[in-house]
């Protein structure tokens, strides 16, 4: 069974860190490229924005303007494994964070999600 689970969500100061973790089951990422999105409050799922995407070769594309500098998408295949590292968090960044993931390349549609995360960032 596909599946991935998102985790390390949670509340933060503005200015602080975190590293979310997307990991894979039931198929390798070694063969799937990996996005991070995220939905803000009040935006509708089809208004996810995706902030960055790392293929099966370990190419990843542009980040989203908004966290361009800020978030660094990476992977561990031997954990099977994505992560995303948030620096310098504005409230803005404040959303449901999830993972998604297509075979091989990147693009416009991703036919594996998880849950997500919740990513609160408030002083």
């Known amino acids: 069974q596909v599946q991935l689970v998102e985790s390390g969500g949670g509340l933060v100061q503005p200015g602080g860190s975190l590293t979310l973790s997307c990991v894979a089951s039931g198929f390798s990422l070694d063969y799937y490229a990996t996005a991070w999105f995220r939905q803000a409050p009040g935006k509708e799922r089809e208004e996810r924005e995706e902030?960055?995407?790392?293929?099966?070769?370990?190419?990843?594309?542009n980040y989203a303007d908004s966290v361009k500098g800020r978030f660094a998408i990476s992977r561990n295949n031997a954990k099977n494994t994505v992560y995303l590292q948030m620096f310098s968090l504005k409230p803005e960044d404040t959303a449901v964070y999830y993972c998604?993931?297509?075979?091989?390349?990147?693009?416009?549609?991703?036919?594996?999600w998880g849950q997500g995360t919740q990513v609160t960032v408030s002083s």
């Open positions: 902030l960055s995407c790392i293929a099966s070769n370990g190419a990843v594309t």
């Open positions: 998604a993931a297509v075979p091989f390349n990147c693009g416009t549609y991703y036919n594996s």
